[in-house]
């Protein structure tokens, strides 16, 4: 432990007994977390039950692991197998914990992911009695190509010839891999992250505190396979030492690394597809004290590589979506070019419809994301999405990414003018001045210390964050944040409800006197998912609405009174919209091959629910330009072949007969139709336009 | 149900809490959320929202209580506050006849925005000071008893009653839910949300904002 202090290792052992770590050499290259991703096929066994867990483990050497899905607790288990006469089994089951954050239930560390946890147990034993080992075949692995091809064995790898064991009567390998082992400072080598951000306080952690003193910094600098992290430069670690590894400013640093929609709105949207390898994150480091600044942005660029697993969905789902190639790059570029024409002022109906219409298409192109045919480099979305179990928020922020970003200025631009146009602008510029000139303290009945004028202008400034922001769910946390300043100032230590919170709220939205904070509530309003309007987000989103409501009914407020007619009538429709939601979902989004001659082309067509395939045909002649559009039909891949589809099929026929996302042809139905091989949609070559 | 057995289902309900300033709202829910506070919550130890998570006959429940401002100024609001609940919990002082009356208020209103599907409780708070009531047992039994909710007697003070009301609340939604599950025809693959918000997740729900963006601004 006489090594660099920044890589404590909580279980030291002599490293005499070492053996040829299977990390050195050309092997060096492919970290353990490559590794396990490579190969997760092998060791997440969610299917399996303990008895075929015990079964496969029985023949292999101590350390060796599994992880399955147990059906009693419903909790995923890893399954270590132990030195044989260990009791009461050979073979210990230890419950993980579920998202949002993985940890092994009797440990205080929890990690982003399954994969950093297993990761990280292989190498270093925290609670487990020793560190898990790969399979041999696994570790000694020297290509991604012999991973992948471990991988397809899946559970077959186990009794396979490829997975030759080690000794099985030897002693239990009661060791870890040294510092210098696991890296010799190039960047490269065994891979471990903890975050620290998601140490909890907890009894073991203070038999274990020197795991918080100094925290261990990897970082990947390899870009080897195409579910490396995004790259960013090592850290210097001397900098991860000396800087406090404190709770309160790893939230601080949290809550603004999160929100790095705030720089990259600043990028131009015309920002070249993302290389991966050559990225530099940059997070801004929000409303910290001007001298750790500089610091923290290095220290948090490091920490950026800790949130991969949404990072890389995020990455991975940006790329596709610029991939004009690929079925979702054409709809996402299609969407965002109508959306750019759309937008301009002349064909500008309403706020609402236009947030809606954009909630509606990143509800569908999820759903399209997630029902990607595996050949369309969906695979690899796929396999991240099981791999990390991604949760729904984090698809649901890189669709953000990839739809509200590019329209950002757009979009602003569009809910000003609209605003502008309707009034609403100025009517709440008017309540607020009005409200600030009748003593809000009295017209709110405050009963609380209120923010002083500096507190007041803090405020403003994360006012004006939110607007920058253009991620909704960003844009909450800074609301949140708002929040929780106001709470600070009413002191006291006393608990505080509605009563108390409501008027300071009010006070404070009419103090800061940003009438454009009606927008972003609509903003978050529309587009956030309802799953984040039923927590705490939502209802202090809420909270800002009904300030926001009452401010506006004033003057007349002073008598008790109704909502204004018109924000009863919004809030019906909201909630009525909110409920239909879900219905809309059910459209689908087709893609059709329209073939013609030597001439193919190819485009994504919304399929309305409850109607039928003829219609859809009928979409499909104005779409294509077809002239005789008796002369064509619809035609899909059914167990391989082409098939005609029945003109009066609906979606849910389709779907309970099994169909894949492959898209459907729409071709001359003469007797000279030729059965063409098609080949998928991303293999094709297609120029695909606007629907 | 059966192949995931019990306690795959996490339900999720919003319950609005309503009555005059100065019932004890505030503490009453306190005072049920304290001994297993969320410390995930950003505004920790705030009591405007409120969360718990409860084990019911094996199905996990997941309550979000939303407090709302008890003052008359604000009385306006309500809907923004209560669209979407399975569950209200209407809170007077059993001392204070006024307060009873605005119970009867927010029923009327309740019942007429949202109908029967949202489960109400009448609480009357401050049995404690037992000597000084003014609203008779059998009057608020009576009327409870007359719209379909249920009346309770609680004390934050003294901290009796409270378990009592929420449990029994809890249960009375999920059989709202049930039912309209069954309605729905246990179709497993349009789990969607259901109505006013109820959701019927697989595993444990996200902890929403809280999780992602802790913040200690300072």
């Not at chain 1, 002599?14 to 299977?22: I, M, N, S």
């Not at chain 1, 440990?107 to 080992?133: G, K, Q």
């Amino acid at each position: 432990m006489q090594e660099d202090p920044v890589y404590d290792y909580p279980d030291p052992h002599p490293v005499g007994e070492k053996r040829v770590c299977p990390q050195r050499g050309s092997l060096k290259s492919i970290s353990v977390l490559d590794r396990l991703l490579l190969t997760y096929p092998v060791w997440l066994q969610l299917s399996i039950n303990s008895a075929t867990a015990l079964h496969i483990l029985q023949r292999e050497p101590p350390g060796t692991f599994l992880v399955r899905k147990s059906n009693t607790s419903q909790k995923k288990m890893l399954c270590v197998r132990l030195a044989d006469e260990s009791v009461p089994s050979f073979v210990n089951g230890l419950p993980i914990t579920p998202p949002p954050a993985f940890s092994l239930e009797t440990s205080a560390i929890s990690f982003p992911d399954l994969c950093r946890l297993i990761a990280f147990y292989c190498v270093s034993r925290d609670v487990l009695p020793f560190t898990l080992e790969l399979p041999e075949a696994i570790a000694k692995a020297s290509s991604h190509k012999q991973l992948e091809s471990i991988s397809h064995m899946g559970v077959e790898f186990w009794s396979s010839q490829l997975n030759f064991r080690g000794p099985r009567n030897g002693p239990p390998p009661l060791r870890t891999r040294s510092p210098s082992e696991l890296d010799m400072g190039a960047g490269q080598g065994a891979l471990c992250f903890i975050n620290p951000l998601f140490l909890q306080d907890h009894p073991a952690m203070h038999k274990r505190h020197h795991f918080k003193r100094s925290v261990k910094v990897r970082v990947s600098t390899e870009n080897t396979s195409s579910l490396s992290p995004p790259v960013s430069p090592p850290p210097p670690p001397p900098l991860l030492a000396k800087a406090k590894v404190k709770g309160k400013n790893l939230q601080h640093l949290e809550s603004s690394s999160s929100l790095s929609s705030l720089d990259e709105a600043e990028e131009g949207p015309e920002r070249p597809p993302l290389t991966r390898g050559t990225s530099n994150p940059t997070v801004a480091s929000l409303c910290l004290p001007r001298q750790s600044a500089s610091a923290l942005r290095k220290m948090s660029a490091a920490f950026v590589s800790f949130f991969v697993p949404g990072k890389r969905v995020a990455r991975l789902v940006e790329d596709l979506s610029r991939d004009r190639r690929m079925a979702f790059g054409t709809l996402v570029q299609d969407f965002l070019r109508q959306q750019r024409e759309v937008l301009k002022p002349q064909f500008l109906t309403s706020s609402v419809e236009l947030l809606q219409g954009m909630r509606i298409f990143i509800s569908q192109a999820k759903v399209f994301l997630l029902e990607l045919p595996e050949d369309e480099k969906g695979s690899s979305t796929k396999a991240l999405i099981n791999m990390f179990m991604v949760a729904d928020q984090t698809l649901e922020k890189a669709l953000f990414r990839c739809v509200l970003k590019p329209l950002k200025r757009q979009i602003d631009e569009a809910l000003h003018v609209l605003h502008e146009r309707d009034g609403c602008s100025k009517r709440i510029a008017e309540s607020m001045q009005r409200a600030r000139k009748a003593s809000p303290c009295d017209l709110f009945g405050v009963q609380v210390t209120v923010p002083d004028t500096q507190g007041i202008d803090k405020l403003r400034r994360k006012m004006s964050l939110v607007r920058r922001a253009y991620s909704p769910i960003d844009k909450l946390h800074l609301l949140l944040q708002i929040c929780k300043l106001i709470y600070k100032a009413m002191k006291n230590n006393a608990e505080f409800g509605a009563d108390d919170f409501l008027p300071a709220l009010s006070y404070v939205i009419v103090q800061c006197n940003m009438p454009e904070l009606s927008v972003e509530v609509e903003y978050m309003m529309e587009l956030l998912d309802t799953s984040w309007l039923t927590g705490e987000g939502g209802y202090y989103l809420t909270s800002v609405y009904a300030s926001l409501s009452f401010i506006q009914s004033l003057p007349e407020a002073v008598a008790p009174t109704a909502l204004t007619q018109e924000v009863r009538e919004s809030l019906k429709n909201w909630s009525h919209r909110r409920r239909t939601d879900n219905k809309s979902h059910k459209d689908l989004l087709q893609q059709v091959v329209f073939q013609d001659g030597e001439c193919s082309l190819m485009k994504t067509l919304q399929w309305k629910a409850g109607t039928s395939a003829e219609t859809l045909a009928q979409l499909c002649a104005v779409k294509f330009g077809v002239n005789q559009p008796e002369e064509y039909s619809l035609y899909w891949r059914r167990d391989g072949e082409l098939e005609p589809l029945p003109p009066t099929a609906y979606i849910q026929d389709l779907q309970s007969l099994g169909t894949t996302s492959a898209p459907f042809i729409y071709q001359c139905s003469g007797p000279d139709m030729k059965s063409r091989k098609l080949t998928r949609g991303g293999a094709l070559d297609l120029s695909a336009e606007a629907s | 149900m059966a192949a995931g057995g019990p306690g795959s289902k996490t339900y999720s309900f919003k319950v609005v809490l309503l009555g005059e300033g100065c019932v004890g709202k505030t503490s009453l829910v306190l005072r049920y959320c304290e001994n297993k506070f969320n410390d995930k919550h950003i505004t920790t130890l705030q009591a405007s929202f409120l969360t718990k998570k409860l084990n019911i006959t094996g199905k996990r429940v997941n309550l979000a209580i939303w407090d709302t401002a008890g003052q008359e100024r604000f009385h306006a609001l309500g809907p923004i506050y209560y669209r979407d609940s399975n569950g209200a919990i209407l809170v007077y002082d059993i001392t204070d006849e006024d307060s009873f009356q605005k119970v009867k208020n927010w029923v009327k209103e309740l019942r007429k925005m949202l109908g029967n599907e949202i489960s109400l409780c009448i609480v009357g708070n401050k049995i404690d000071l037992e000597k000084e009531r003014h609203v008779s047992v059998e009057e608020a039994e009576g009327y409870a008893d007359s719209v379909g909710a249920k009346h309770y007697h609680t004390s934050a003070k003294l901290n009796k009653g409270i378990e009592e009301l929420f449990l029994d609340l809890c249960k009375r939604m999920m059989e709202t839910a049930q039912a309209e599950e069954r309605l729905r025809g246990n179709g497993a693959s349009t789990a969607a949300p259901g109505r006013r918000g109820v959701q019927i997740i697989d595993d444990e729900p996200r902890a929403a904002t809280a999780a992602g963006g802790c913040c200690s601004s300072g």
